[in-house]
């Protein structure tokens, strides 16, 4: 039986890197939820629904994006990459350009 050597593989819906690091699971779930929130853009994101059920529809996504967490070895970039002011952005209705992020996150701080 030959056995391969590999850098990362799946395991039970979560990425394993052979570094231990959780760097490449954190950036797919990340991306796993931003997908969900594109698809949900017109619907409810850029629509005249409150603000206070905006938050409310965020609770859904924050089981998709923990999955597997009890697993990773997290540090403080991790978290804040992981509850970065993106969420309230699209809440808000807020257009996200990589560009002008720095300076809609500062907006977004004082609200």
């Known amino acids: 039986m030959n056995v391969q ?4 593989f799946p395991y039970l819906g979560s990425q394993i890197h052979s570094s231990g690091s959780s760097d490449t699971e954190i950036s797919r779930r990340i991306i796993i939820v931003r997908a969900c929130m594109r698809s949900l853009d017109r619907g409810i994101w850029h629509s005249g629904i409150s603000v206070t059920t905006k938050f409310g529809c965020i609770t859904h ?22 509850f970065s002011n993106l969420i309230f952005l699209y809440l808000l209705g807020v257009a996200v ?7 809609k996150n500062v907006l977004i701080l004082k609200i």
Do not use: Q
């Not at 050597?5 to 990362?8: A, K, L, T, W």
């Open 5 to 8: 050597i590999v850098d990362s």
């Open 97 to 103: 350009s990589l560009n002008s992020m720095k300076w």
């Open 61 to 82: 996504f924050i089981p998709v994006l923990l999955y597997g967490c009890e697993a990773w070895s997290t540090t403080g970039a991790h978290l804040k990459r992981l």
